[in-house]
């Protein structure tokens, strides 16, 4: 039965995990996430699953990795600092080719910086991160909706690739209460966990390992890794276009700036100004494709990000030749988010009108 | 004709990679023992840390992931809750156990994880060559203790037994040797019933084994052997420190 609940970001993400068949969490407090650990201490023992408040963000995200090894669906969530910590983990996680999901609910740094909503984490979500040549599958929400349906997504894909997937949101998302449909997507098919470690009973032993210390071992097994992000690239690219087709400049934003940059749109139609929008909903796999489509015609580009410019830089190497990026940012903090009427004062600053 | 003596089934017929005369592989062995003796080789599952302990798989057969150093016990941690029905442990080194994974294996300790972890003491870190340790002996001359440990300046040996045997979640705490034939049977009976703990969902346990790394203490087999005797077995006294008992009012069991 279909049910529509108003309910918080975070709460919606903590549901999806239910809904996606997680019985594992494992977290640490911090805000603006801690209604996720919250909710699921209440939930997760009822369904005969386990709630572990770890001693540390190190030692959740291992233990993510051990339950995850073990063939659970399994998450934990934090928010910058505590991203940081987790790192490592993600690392091993990642050469180690194990699935889970972990939640940023994005605050500002660098260190203890606060706790407004920020998109500073870009960078250290898409780039890897920890240490080596790894990526992680990078889900971007703009609503409470999509923090249900994207974590429902990301159990999915992390799966499909033995990969860990990030929910990239923020305070704002996490904090704000919005009507959500509790509507399962439909559930990929998804391949045989024959790698699980469940005691060698009847097959040879399992091994999971990242460890490569033999000839060429080690190169070998980053050209794989690497094929799975092109893999990725090809099969789970994810966007939202609105007006590009006429568009004389297109905004690019993600997760809250998107949000806020979709009213912006609304007023320069309304003002005749020919604008469209560009949101990456998958930061990785960055939807590449539709940027240099769009800048075949559309030769104006406006980033809008709550960050001195991170984004912007792969929206560059994706459009087109002789396609103009500009940015516009707003370093995270307290009274720094950016207004609709803000992002429009920023549009008249490049937007002429036509010539024809 | 009796067979008296052959190679446990769970232990891999397979060249090793440790150094003359160091006990990892001995400590490995009695682990396969205890493997086999409770004939749970199948629903065993092992952690492998970093250091010299990285290569677990090649010797054990059954199912091995390796963890991030210092967070074996949290890697087990997340294995046991999700499959509670197979045998969790781990073998990590001083440096893994007792310097940066100490936050780690407190809290699974604390939390009376049912796991077992054997915590191979030799002093040193054996892998990167030789540094100093936390459970390095005052005086012991390491590569970054050129003129021997200082308690002024490096403090004293940290002895995890005596610290794990404090919290309530432990089920069993031990600590042995394995320098001599007297003292590695011995070692052989609390690795077992580390191990057996477990099987009876007693909580954590865990059996320090004194090990000697020739190669990096720079002595000869026989004289690191005599050193854990003279110098360790002092510092880290042999026994049972703590054991919970079945069935009573501070078991799980």
Same mark, same amino acid.
């Given at each position: 039965?279909?049910?529509?609940?108003?309910?918080? $970001?975070?709460?919606?993400?903590? *549901?999806?995990? /239910?809904? =996606?068949?997680?019985?594992?969490?494992?977290? #640490?407090?911090? &805000?603006?996430?801690?209604?996720?650990?919250?909710?699921?201490?209440?939930?997760?023992?009822?369904?005969?699953?386990?709630?572990?408040?770890?001693?540390?963000?190190?030692?959740?995200?291992?233990?993510?990795?051990?339950?995850?090894?073990?063939?659970?669906?399994?998450?934990?969530?934090?928010?910058?600092?505590?991203?940081?910590?987790?790192?490592?983990?993600?690392?091993?996680?990642?050469?180690?080719?194990?699935?889970?999901?972990?939640?940023?609910?994005?605050?500002?740094?660098?260190?203890?910086?606060?706790?407004?909503?920020?998109?500073?984490?870009?960078?250290?979500?898409?780039?890897? $991160?920890?240490?080596?040549?790894? *990526?992680?599958? /990078?889900? =971007?929400?703009?609503?409470?909706?999509?923090? #249900?349906?994207? &974590?429902?997504?990301?159990?999915?894909?992390?799966?499909?690739?033995?990969?860990?997937?990030?929910?990239?949101?923020?305070?704002?998302?996490?904090?704000?209460?919005?009507?959500?449909?509790?509507?399962?997507?439909?559930?990929?098919?998804?391949?045989?966990?024959?790698?699980?470690?469940?005691?060698?009973?009847?097959?040879?032993?399992?091994?999971?390992?990242?460890?490569?210390?033999?000839?060429?071992?080690?190169?070998?097994?980053?050209?794989?890794?690497?094929?799975?992000?092109?893999?990725?690239?090809?099969?789970?690219?994810?966007?939202?276009?609105?007006?590009?087709?006429?568009?004389?400049?297109?905004?690019?934003?993600?997760?809250?700036?998107?949000?806020?940059?979709?009213?912006?749109?609304?007023?320069?139609?309304?003002?005749?100004?020919?604008?469209?929008?560009?949101?990456?909903?998958?930061?990785?796999?960055?939807?590449?494709?539709?940027?240099?489509?769009?800048?075949?015609?559309?030769?104006?580009?406006?980033?809008?990000?709550?960050?001195?410019?991170?984004?912007?830089?792969?929206?560059?190497?994706?459009?087109?030749?002789?396609?103009?990026?500009?940015?516009?940012?707003?370093?995270?903090?307290?009274?720094?988010?950016?207004?609709?009427?803000?992002?429009?004062?920023?549009?008249?600053?490049?937007?002429?009108?036509?010539?024809? | 004709?009796?067979?008296?003596?052959?190679?446990?089934?769970?232990?891999?017929?397979?060249?090793?990679?440790?150094?003359?005369?160091?006990?990892?592989?001995?400590?490995?062995?009695?682990?396969?023992?205890?493997?086999?003796?409770?004939?749970?080789?199948?629903?065993?599952?092992?952690?492998?840390?970093?250091?010299?302990?990285?290569?677990?798989?090649?010797?054990?057969?059954?199912?091995?992931?390796?963890?991030?150093?210092?967070?074996?016990?949290?890697?087990?941690?997340?294995?046991?809750?999700?499959?509670?029905?197979?045998?969790?442990?781990?073998?990590?080194?001083?440096?893994?156990?007792?310097?940066?994974?100490?936050?780690?294996?407190?809290?699974?300790?604390?939390?009376?994880?049912?796991?077992?972890?054997?915590?191979?003491?030799?002093?040193?870190?054996?892998?990167?060559?030789?540094?100093?340790?936390?459970?390095?002996?005052?005086?012991?001359?390491?590569?970054?203790?050129?003129?021997?440990?200082?308690?002024?300046?490096?403090?004293?040996?940290?002895?995890?037994?005596?610290?794990?045997?404090?919290?309530?979640?432990?089920?069993?705490?031990?600590?042995?040797?394995?320098?001599?034939?007297?003292?590695?049977?011995?070692?052989?009976?609390?690795?077992?019933?580390?191990?057996?703990?477990?099987?009876?969902?007693?909580?954590?346990?865990?059996?320090?084994?004194?090990?000697?790394?020739?190669?990096?203490?720079?002595?000869?087999?026989?004289?690191?052997?005599?050193?854990?005797?003279?110098?360790?077995?002092?510092?880290?006294?042999?026994?049972?420190?703590?054991?919970?008992?079945?069935?009573?009012?501070?078991?799980?069991?």
């Amino acid at each position: 039965m279909l049910k529509k609940v108003f309910i918080k $970001g975070n709460e919606a993400i903590a *549901r999806a995990a /239910v809904d =996606a068949g997680c019985r594992y969490y494992f977290g #640490y407090p911090i &805000t603006p996430q801690s209604d996720i650990p919250e909710y699921l201490s209440k939930v997760l023992p009822k369904l005969g699953g386990e709630f572990i408040q770890a001693e540390s963000e190190i030692a959740s995200i291992n233990m993510l990795m051990g339950a995850s090894a073990a063939g659970a669906r399994s998450m934990t969530s934090s928010s910058g600092p505590g991203i940081s910590l987790k790192q490592e983990g993600l690392s091993y996680m990642a050469g180690s080719e194990l699935p889970g999901v972990v939640v940023n609910v994005a605050r500002c740094g660098p260190g203890l910086g606060g706790i407004a909503p920020s998109q500073a984490e870009y960078f250290q979500a898409t780039k890897g $991160g920890g240490h080596g040549d790894y *990526r992680l599958i /990078v889900l =971007a929400p703009e609503s409470g909706q999509e923090m #249900y349906d994207l &974590t429902f997504k990301a159990f999915d894909l992390a799966d499909k690739y033995r990969n860990p997937a990030m929910i990239l949101a923020d305070g704002m998302l996490g904090q704000m209460k919005e009507p959500v449909l509790l509507q399962p997507p439909r559930k990929m098919d998804l391949p045989d966990k024959d790698w699980v470690l469940s005691g060698a009973k009847g097959r040879p032993q399992n091994i999971i390992k990242s460890l490569y210390l033999g000839d060429k071992e080690l190169e070998r097994h980053t050209w794989q890794l690497w094929e799975k992000y092109q893999r990725m690239k090809k099969e789970d690219v994810m966007f939202e276009a609105r007006e590009i087709k006429d568009a004389r400049l297109i905004i690019a934003a993600f997760g809250s700036c998107a949000r806020i940059a979709k009213s912006t749109l609304r007023q320069a139609r309304a003002e005749g100004l020919k604008v469209g929008l560009i949101r990456p909903i998958t930061l990785f796999p960055f939807p590449e494709e539709i940027f240099r489509q769009a800048s075949i015609d559309t030769k104006m580009f406006l980033t809008i990000e709550m960050n001195t410019g991170q984004m912007v830089e792969d929206v560059r190497l994706s459009v087109s030749p002789g396609t103009v990026v500009y940015f516009y940012g707003r370093p995270p903090g307290a009274g720094s988010l950016p207004s609709p009427d803000e992002i429009l004062r920023e549009i008249k600053k490049v937007y002429e009108p036509s010539s024809e | 004709m009796k067979k008296v003596f052959e190679r446990p089934k769970s232990l891999k017929d397979t060249p090793s990679h440790f150094c003359p005369g160091c006990h990892s592989g001995l400590i490995h062995r009695l682990v396969a023992e205890a493997i086999d003796y409770f004939k749970i080789q199948e629903r065993t599952i092992g952690v492998a840390s970093v250091g010299c302990s990285v290569f677990l798989y090649n010797y054990l057969d059954v199912d091995v992931i390796e963890a991030p150093h210092g967070r074996a016990p949290a890697v087990c941690t997340g294995i046991k809750r999700v499959r509670k029905q197979n045998i969790v442990f781990t073998i990590q080194g001083d440096g893994d156990l007792a310097a940066i994974g100490t936050s780690e294996i407190i809290h699974t300790a604390n939390r009376g994880e049912n796991i077992t972890v054997i915590f191979i003491n030799n002093a040193v870190y054996g892998m990167t060559g030789g540094q100093m340790a936390p459970t390095t002996l005052l005086g012991q001359r390491t590569t970054t203790s050129p003129y021997g440990r200082d308690v002024q300046q490096e403090g004293y040996p940290v002895r995890m037994v005596e610290l794990l045997s404090g919290l309530e979640g432990s089920a069993f705490i031990a600590r042995a040797a394995v320098n001599k034939p007297a003292n590695l049977m011995k070692a052989k009976k609390l690795i077992r019933r580390a191990f057996e703990m477990q099987i009876n969902n007693m909580g954590f346990s865990m059996v320090e084994v004194l090990s000697a790394c020739p190669t990096n203490w720079g002595l000869k087999p026989l004289e690191a052997n005599r050193r854990v005797e003279e110098e360790m077995i002092p510092c880290f006294p042999l026994g049972v420190f703590k054991e919970k008992i079945q069935g009573s009012e501070d078991s799980r069991g």
